[in-house]
């Protein structure tokens, strides 16, 4: 059996992206973590210095020196805080000596050894640093309209390779099948169509001579001797940041829809014009919110144009499928707008019907009284 391409050097990045709620208040996370400090982005590879990106607080939380070092050498944990509600942890490990396939099943088989505590997963362990300090931040959170637990984060994995000794060009070439199945994380006993491997390899980036980057919807390929790639995990973690928000506001809207419907039927059967009104009121809110959050979350970055790193930003919000979720969002708004038009027309019949009912009600009395007269001459 052939033995797999050995890397000399591997860094891991981890990225888990959680929605708390509608707002953090950073000022608050400042003196909690004195040493937080606002993420700048370096502007690189010919990237135009116009473009919109959002700045979170950083801090540098730790760093861990398990006791099997002949794994990890370190873990380091970052966290970013957005005001708009969303904690970002990236996890970064060096590991040494490591194939591809190794890499695989890394963040599931791999166990981090603490002194006295058991070994745990990469993927149980970050879990609970997050909630460690989720705790810690809670009562600088607003809830607002998130009337619900929170959910599962948005992750994903990119693996940079910094072996000044490999070819990435012609690695990726001769080990099409082996990429692919990375990649899309696919077991390596099957056997992938010709189809699909083209389909995934068929978007590969390269800036400089010797670098290479490959991208799916779960995780990154970097191939980097020359270790420049900051700006790459920026655009990384910023494609994640608005699946997640776009995710989080289309299972809001599907809430709040279930909540109009059952308002709506109230509208219908209900003829108290008072609470009719306030009801109404609700559902416009509702509108009027979802569209508020919609925008926030397509202005939080402005990366247009045909460059480097714009170019890798839109491949990616592509496998995302990010368009989908913008178009499926707007048409549960235009559904709330119908909801509210249609309450306001009911109501505003049933005020028309009541109208017409007096009016014909005053005529037949002005009638019967002019009888009334004509009886009594």
């Not at 920026?234 to 608005?242: D, G, K, P, Q, R």
Request: charged residues 25%.
């Amino acid at each position: 059996m052939k033995r797999p391409l050995m890397f000399d050097e591997c860094e891991i990045v981890f990225f888990d992206l959680w929605d708390v709620g509608t707002s953090i208040d950073l000022n608050q996370i400042i003196k909690l973590f004195p040493s937080s400090q606002k993420r700048k982005f370096r502007i690189s590879k010919k990237t135009p210095k116009n473009i919109i990106l959002p700045e979170p607080l950083n801090i540098h939380l730790e760093d861990y020196f398990p006791k099997n070092a002949e794994i990890f050498e370190k873990i380091s944990i970052f966290v970013q805080f957005y005001e708009d509600g969303v904690i970002s942890f990236i996890t970064r490990s060096i590991v040494k000596k490591v194939s591809l396939e190794e890499l695989d099943l890394f963040r599931k088989t791999q166990k981090v050894k603490f002194p006295n505590k058991a070994p745990i997963s990469l993927k149980k362990w970050i879990n609970q640093q997050f909630q460690h300090i989720y705790a810690q931040i809670r009562p600088f959170i607003t809830k607002e309209l998130y009337k619900f637990n929170v959910r599962d984060p948005e992750s994903y994995s990119v693996f940079c390779i910094r072996d000044k000794n490999i070819n990435a060009s012609n690695f990726v070439e001769t080990q099409k099948d082996l990429v692919a199945k990375f990649l899309s994380r696919e077991h390596s006993n099957n056997k992938l169509h010709h189809t699909q491997i083209t389909d995934i390899l068929n978007n590969k980036f390269s800036y400089f001579e010797k670098d290479l980057l490959l991208f799916e919807s779960e995780r990154a390929l970097i191939f980097d001797p020359y270790r420049d790639y900051e700006d790459i995990l920026a655009i990384v973690e910023l494609s994640n940041y608005m699946s997640l928000e776009l995710q989080n506001l289309d299972f809001i809207l599907d809430k709040w829809l279930k909540d109009a419907e059952i308002e709506s039927t109230f509208l219908f059967q209900n003829k108290n014009h008072r609470q009719i009104k306030l009801k109404a009121k609700r559902i416009q809110q509702l509108r009027i919110d979802a569209l508020f959050m919609l925008e926030n979350i397509e202005n939080v970055s402005k990366i247009i144009g045909n460059f480097f790193l714009g170019e890798i930003y839109k491949h990616i919000c592509n496998l995302f499928d990010l368009s989908s979720w913008i178009i499926s969002i707007r048409a549960r708004i235009a559904y709330l707008t119908e909801v509210y038009s249609l309450s306001i027309q009911n109501s505003s019949e049933d005020k028309m019907w009541k109208l017409e009912l007096l009016m014909a009600l005053f005529f037949s009395l002005e009638i019967i009284l002019f009888l009334i007269d004509i009886i009594r001459v």
